[in-house]
């Protein structure tokens, strides 16, 4: 009961949606999606990700100690939902370039190459607290996950 009311009020939470990557030793890139990420510290410059404990994208980024941030914009629903699959080959028909030696996905709004500084245990989950090393942003409006659809924000009023 708990889980299922627990499910409908985290539903009703408008989230960011982004492609977490990484790249293994041998080069081959790996992502996985995820809504559960934010800004953590201004100083220094910090953002926290859920991951799944059993992913494969979290063994990779605790062998490495290193991940990437795709926030991705309004119009890549159908690359959130790739990523989401579980498989190896996510990247197979996917366009991306290297950027500070992570994967990253042209047309994402926002960018970021993390290196991580904890990961910090909590229930299914692990917790992956990032140091940011390069940011950049491109026009776009974020993709974002809230009632269990893809949709966008739309501002209301700007905040003086």
């Not at 245990?121 to 390069?134: Q, W």
Request: charged content about 15%.
């Amino acid at each position: 009961m708990l889980a299922e009311a627990f499910r409908e009020v985290m539903a009703g939470v408008a989230t960011p949606v982004s492609v977490i990557t990484a790249v293994s030793a041998d080069g081959v890139p790996h992502g996985t999606t995820v809504s559960a990420f934010a800004s953590l510290s201004m100083d220094p410059p910090m953002v926290l990700v859920s991951l799944d404990r059993g992913s494969d994208l979290l063994a990779l980024v605790r062998e490495t100690g290193r991940f990437g941030v795709n926030v991705l914009g309004s119009t890549q629903s159908a690359l959130a939902l790739s990523f989401a699959r579980k498989g190896p080959d996510k990247f197979a028909s996917v366009d991306w370039v290297p950027d500070s030696g992570l994967p990253r996905l042209p047309g994402a709004p926002g960018w970021l190459a993390c290196e991580v500084d904890q990961l910090v245990e909590g229930g299914d989950h692990v917790v992956a607290l990032g140091l940011v090393r390069a940011a950049d942003t491109v026009d776009g409006a974020p993709l974002t996950y809230h009632s269990r659809v893809f949709g966008t924000h739309s501002a209301l009023e700007a905040i003086p």
